[in-house]
């Protein structure tokens, strides 16, 4: 068996694809973690209870929560790319 042949059984790494959903991911991680204590000291200076600070971030993770098993049947149906 030769390299070639041993080469050709892997599968290949696609690393741009890879780049793009992992910056993606990225970013959209870094922009929800510096957000939600930026809108609970917003929230505070407005005068809101602590009770409704509270219970708009646990929202967020529950709507997040909610909307992941939608994930995958979305990009089956859409697809993930255009060729």
């Known amino acids: 068996m030769t390299v070639d042949t041993q080469q ?13 959903a992992i910056s993606s991911i990225s970013v959209v ?8 204590p930026l809108l609970s000291v917003i929230l505070e200076t407005r005068g809101h ?5 509270g219970l708009n971030t646990a929202v967020a993770g529950l709507a997040s929560i909610a909307g992941a098993p939608l994930a995958t049947p979305l990009a089956m149906r859409l697809g993930v790319a255009w060729t």
């Open 8 to 20: 050709q059984g892997e599968e290949r790494v696609h690393w741009l694809p890879m780049i793009a």
């Open 29 to 36: 991680g870094i922009a929800i973690g510096l957000g939600m």
């Open 49 to 53: 209870s602590a009770s409704m600070i």
